[in-house]
């Protein structure tokens, strides 16, 4: 009986490699995320997490290396290639216009239209409350404005306007930094009803508890070097501290020599 095949990366980074001017932000760089999987990417401050999601944002270009997107090839995307590949990534600024309420900033820049002229906005306001919905989003009332909001409800509603845009591999920057217990469940349970609709997760995040309830796999980079990857079943948070630590001495015994 043959063996299950192996699955294939929906997006991979391979020998990628950033500097800026004297500063090495990504040294041949190795990432992979899975078709309807939550991959973490865990690193220190410094440790090329915001270089790797600009690049699969389009946002700068890499200096070597290769990015595959189901399967196909690019040497580097400009930000519209990489949103018409389904690449969205909510940072966290979350970049909401606080004067506007849900429905203002789930169509921003995509506002339905009536008649030509006018903004729809029961259109817009009922498309919002559906969507909402699907995601088992709790706003009680979508008309106020997001600078009323927690800061829950305000990371949801960028999570459903990502979704909303088309994203089907949706970056998350450290999502529940400034969550408490409760609003860090809310964010946790959406994630894995966005799994559930066949989304793909990258999720950055320092609370390796919190990885390991949510990955199904995880990246670990340091110094803008790739130094492991494994799935969440096979390790601990225990293991994990200890690898980190461990490259650390590594990497801090190699600048000595």
């Not at 070597?64 to 018409?84: A, H, K, N, P, Y």
């Not at 969507?131 to 459903?160: C, F, K």
């Not at 970056?171 to 894995?192: C, H, N, Q, W, Y």
């Not at 066949?198 to 990955?215: C, E, M, P, R, W």
Request: include cysteine; aromatic fraction near 6%; hydrophobic fraction near 40%.
């Amino acid at each position: 009986m043959l063996g299950a095949e192996t699955p294939k990366p929906i997006v991979e980074m391979r020998h990628v490699k950033k500097s800026f001017g004297y500063i090495q932000a990504l040294e041949h760089m190795d990432f992979a995320a899975y078709s309807g999987e939550i991959t973490a990417i865990v690193g220190d401050n410094g440790s090329g997490k915001s270089t790797l999601i600009k690049i699969l944002t389009g946002c700068i270009k890499p200096d070597e290396g290769e990015i595959w997107i189901r399967g196909r090839c690019f040497s580097s995307l400009t930000v519209r290639q990489s949103m018409r590949e389904g690449i969205t990534a909510v940072y966290q600024d979350l970049a909401l216009d606080n004067c506007k309420d849900c429905a203002g900033n789930i169509f921003l820049g995509r506002e339905l239209m009536k008649h030509g002229f006018f903004l729809d906005h029961d259109r817009m306001r009922k498309k919002t409350e559906e969507l909402l919905g699907r995601l088992h989003i709790a706003i009680p009332d979508i008309t106020q404005p997001v600078e009323r909001m927690s800061g829950g409800q305000r990371q949801a509603l960028a999570i459903a306007r990502a979704v909303h845009a088309g994203g089907s591999i949706l970056i998350f920057d450290e999502p529940t930094s400034a969550m408490g217990v409760k609003e860090t469940a809310r964010i946790m349970k959406l994630f894995l009803k966005l799994k559930e609709e066949g989304k793909t997760i990258i999720l950055i995040s320092h609370n390796l508890f919190q990885v390991f309830d949510i990955a199904d796999r995880i990246c670990v980079i340091k110094n803008g070097r790739f130094v492991d990857s494994f799935q969440t079943a096979d390790s601990s948070p225990q293991k994990l501290h200890e690898l980190i630590i461990e490259k650390e001495e590594e990497l801090g015994d190699e600048e000595m020599v």
